[in-house]
T-cell receptor, first 114, second 113 residues
Framework: DAMVIQNPRYQVTQFGKPVTLSCSQTLNHNVMYWYQQKSSQAPKLLFHYYDKDFNNEADTPDNFQSRRPNTSFCFLDIRSPGLGDAAMYLC?????????????FGDGTRLSIL | DQQVKQNSPSLSVQEGRISILNCDYTNSMFDYFLWYKKYPAEGPTFLISISSIKDKNEDGRFTVFLNKSAKHLSLHIVPSQPGDSAVYFCAALENNAGNMLTFGGGTRLMVKP
């Protein structure tokens, strides 16, 4: 049974048109992460929520925002997508932020920009 | 500056033989190292991890070795199976840095029948 679910699996949007990607989890984990992965590159952390506490990575563009309305759901909002934002977006969760606990990933949303 | 590097983008191995995937890192503050496996169109799946206080961790066909002095770790898969064909990511984290993973670029393993 899928424990970290990302919708949609594929998303196409127009240049400059806002888009929202969603992630839900059934693990009741405290931490939720968003990664961006471009072709043949390592996943790059954008930000994470520890419970309701939002933590942005220093080099994440302002164009990227996130919301976590409750424990189960987390959203990635791209306000004005550019061609360079086409990528796979991965959501992950972990029980806590210490102890080397592995992160559990969803299957990702592949975003295309027209 | 890439803190975690996987210098081999691909590796081809015969079924039944050993697969050895390598990973190097530069940050001596990393406390844990993890390996993830990724099939096409799926998210990464956690495979095995090792704490920096250990030099070996084994789980079935998978063994991870850590050489702290060389800042090097490796994943051994014995025996390799065609179903092991996937991209393998090495990742590392600092315990005091919020469990944030730093990933290597991945190695594509192909196990030939």
């Amino acid at each position: 049974d899928a424990m970290v679910i990302q919708n949609p699996r594929y998303q196409v949007t127009q240049f400059g048109k806002p888009v929202t990607l969603s992630c839900s989890q059934t693990l009741n984990h405290n931490v939720m992460y968003w990664y961006q992965q471009k072709s043949s590159q390592a996943p790059k952390l954008l930000f994470h929520y520890y419970d309701k506490d939002f933590n942005n990575e220093a080099d994440t563009p302002d164009n990227f925002q996130s919301r976590r309305p409750n424990t189960s759901f987390c959203f990635l909002d791209i306000r004005s997508p550019g061609l360079g934002d086409a990528a796979m977006y991965l959501c992950a969760t972990s029980r806590d932020r210490s102890g080397g606990r592995p992160q559990h990933f969803g299957d990702g949303t592949r975003l295309s920009i027209l | 500056d890439q803190q975690v590097k996987q210098n081999s983008p691909s590796l081809s191995v015969q079924e039944g033989r050993i697969s050895i995937l390598n990973c190097d890192y530069t940050n001596s503050m990393f406390d844990y190292f993890l390996w993830y496996k990724k099939y096409p169109a799926e998210g990464p799946t956690f495979l095995i991890s090792i704490s920096s206080i250990k030099d070996k961790n084994e789980d079935g066909r998978f063994t991870v070795f850590l050489n702290k002095s060389a800042k090097h770790l490796s994943l051994h898969i014995v025996p390799s199976q065609p179903g092991d064909s996937a991209v393998y990511f090495c990742a590392a984290l600092e315990n005091n840095a919020g469990n944030m993973l730093t990933f290597g670029g991945g190695t594509r393993l192909m196990v030939k029948p």
